[in-house]
């Protein structure tokens, strides 16, 4: 929402709370885990600030320009699409709770597909091959390189049971 930064502003300033937090709370891990929690929340933490003095500026041109906070945040709501983002926010919410049940190995790259396919318009096939990809890429490099702990779904009971041998069930949970 770079053009309304009176809703902006309070998302970036949550977002760099959020990230500075992180930041100090990965400080007191031991030193074999805090390192790349530190260097990510850092570094997010530094953009979120920039975001926000930006958007903090911007908000006080508006402000100067149209005579008014109020007038800014009436503006800004005629503007806002409310619509599309109750879809987004839908859509992120259910992908958790299809996580917690399947597991993030299937929930991340079905919900790719679906980003793609509803908010980017791509063709089924091309949303269905990145997903693909992404699943392949989630495997390889986080499930067998840096050997993530995924989060337990409650697929995870069962599937092992239901796939054929030949099927290895770290593909799936």
Same mark, same amino acid.
């Given at each position: 929402t770079g053009g309304n930064p009176i809703f902006s502003l309070p998302f970036a300033l949550i977002?760099?709370?959020?990230?500075?937090?992180?930041?100090?709370?990965?400080?007191?891990?031991p030193n074999s885990v805090k390192k790349f929690p530190l260097l990510v929340s850092s570094c997010a933490a530094v953009f979120a600030f920039f975001i926000l003095i930006n958007d903090g500026l911007a908000l006080k041109l508006k402000t100067k320009n149209e005579g008014g906070l109020l007038a800014v945040a009436i503006e800004a709501g005629q503007q806002a699409s409310l619509k599309k983002a109750? #879809?987004?926010?839908f859509y992120l919410i259910a992908m958790v709770l299809v996580m917690l049940v399947?597991?993030?190995?299937?929930a991340l790259p079905l919900y790719?597909?679906?980003y793609l396919s509803r908010w980017g318009g791509y063709r089924k096939r091309f949303c269905i091959g990145y997903a693909i990809v992404a699943w392949m890429?989630?495997?390889?490099?986080?499930?067998?390189?840096? #050997?993530?702990?995924?989060? *337990?779904?409650?697929?995870?009971?069962?599937? *092992?049971?239901?796939? *054929?041998?030949?099927?290895p069930a770290w593909f799936f949970v």
């Open positions: 977002i760099f709370v959020l990230f500075c937090s992180a930041a100090l709370l990965a400080g007191d891990w109750g #879809h987004f926010f399947v597991g993030q190995k299937i790719i597909a679906v890429f989630m495997l390889a490099f986080y499930d067998r390189v840096m #050997h993530l702990f995924w989060y *337990p779904s409650w697929l995870e009971q069962y599937l *092992p049971g239901l796939l *054929p041998q030949w099927i």
